[in-house]
């Protein structure tokens, strides 16, 4: 009977002094490549224009050739054929049409000391018949390589700016 007492009482004395454990501070992401483009329509448009990463052709100002899918729009992969004939295959990892939020993950080619890499697209309203594509990447990995890739976005993303204007 005394050793339940003991138990009880180290139960409690454990149990308050675990109560000022306290979670660590979350760090904030810094983004290799962050951009946002207002745009003069309101953000259900630009939405219908990028909610279906499998016709990016089409706002891609010319810079995509061809997407081939596979899958649905949550676990979409496509293998993106540029208008210079190069190839890329990438993968959406998270789709929120409610959010307005999309993330890709870039699959191949992807230099080997990039060892995780992150591309999204949010549209949001800005004001009243205004709205804004916020697209932003980071990569984990070699600095060089990493700025390799950053280039390579930033031109498709520059095409996709223009074709959605």
Not at 23 to 35: E, I, N, P, R
Not at 59 to 87: C, H, M, P, W
Request: glycine share 4%; hydrophobic share 40%.
């Amino acid at each position: 009977m005394k050793y339940k007492y003991i138990l009880v009482l180290f139960f409690c004395v454990a149990t308050y002094y675990s109560s000022f454990a306290q979670m660590q501070a979350a760090q904030k992401l810094t983004w290799d490549f962050d951009t946002t483009v207002r745009f003069q329509k309101p953000v259900p448009v630009l939405w219908d224009a990028i909610k279906n990463p499998a016709t990016w052709a089409t706002i891609s100002n010319g810079y995509i050739k061809s997407i081939d899918v596979k899958g649905e729009t949550q676990n979409l992969k496509r293998e993106i054929t540029f208008a210079d004939g190069s190839k890329r295959k990438d993968e959406v990892t998270q789709y929120q049409a409610e959010y307005k939020f999309i993330v890709l993950k870039i699959v191949d080619p992807v230099p080997a000391s990039i060892t995780a890499n992150t591309l999204a697209f949010h549209a949001a309203t800005e004001g009243e018949g205004i709205s804004s594509l916020h697209v932003f990447f980071r990569a984990e990995g070699d600095d060089a390589q990493k700025a390799v890739l950053i280039s390579a976005l930033k031109k498709e993303v520059a095409n996709y700016m223009e074709g959605l204007r």
